[in-house]
């Protein structure tokens, strides 16, 4: 077992690489174990690594109705951090930088557990700053906007 710190959009994540068979790994972020699949670059670079990404699955996910309460989120000197409280993929983001939001107003859309999920705000305020895009994959904790 290898062990890593991986720091991502300012967060520091604990990773351990439990199992690694050909392009399959086993790994585990923050006490979360996910089976993940390993691209090398083809073209020798001179730092080069692996690109991690959670294993997809096949078929649709369900849509829940009821929105995702955000994690407890922190201010800071450019606003408050709305940050993601499950890891998951964005799949379409509904405000952009300069949109006035209402606290319970639908800011993004995105698949975690199998399931599609309403990220809503969880304050007032203009949208400062988008911290994702459609399709990244964002761990637990991650910032996704910052609401000044």
């Known amino acids: 077992m290898k062990k890593f710190k991986f720091t991502i959009s300012g967060k520091e994540y ?3 690489v439990e199992n690694f068979s050909g392009e399959n790994a086993e790994v585990v972020v923050d006490g979360v174990k996910y089976d993940v699949v390993v691209k090398r670059e083809e073209e020798e670079v001179k730092m080069s690594r692996p690109v991690v990404a959670p294993k997809a699955k096949a078929g649709t996910a369900p849509k829940v109705e ?3 309460k955000p994690t407890a989120s922190a201010t800071h000197a450019g606003g408050f951090k709305a940050q993601a409280p499950l890891p998951g993929t964005i799949m379409k983001i509904f405000v952009k930088a300069g949109d006035n939001v209402k606290r319970g107003d ?4 995105y698949e975690a557990m199998k399931m599609e999920n309403n990220f809503l705000a969880e304050v007032d305020g203009v ?3 988008v911290c994702v895009r459609e399709g990244d994959n964002v761990l ?3 910032t996704l906007f910052v609401i000044g």
Do not use: H
């Not at 639908?106 to 859309?109: A, F, G, S, Y």
């Open 140 to 142: 637990q904790g991650a």
């Open 14 to 16: 604990d990773v351990k």
């Open 127 to 129: 949208v400062n700053e």
């Open 66 to 68: 009821t929105a995702a």
């Open 106 to 109: 639908k800011m993004l859309m």
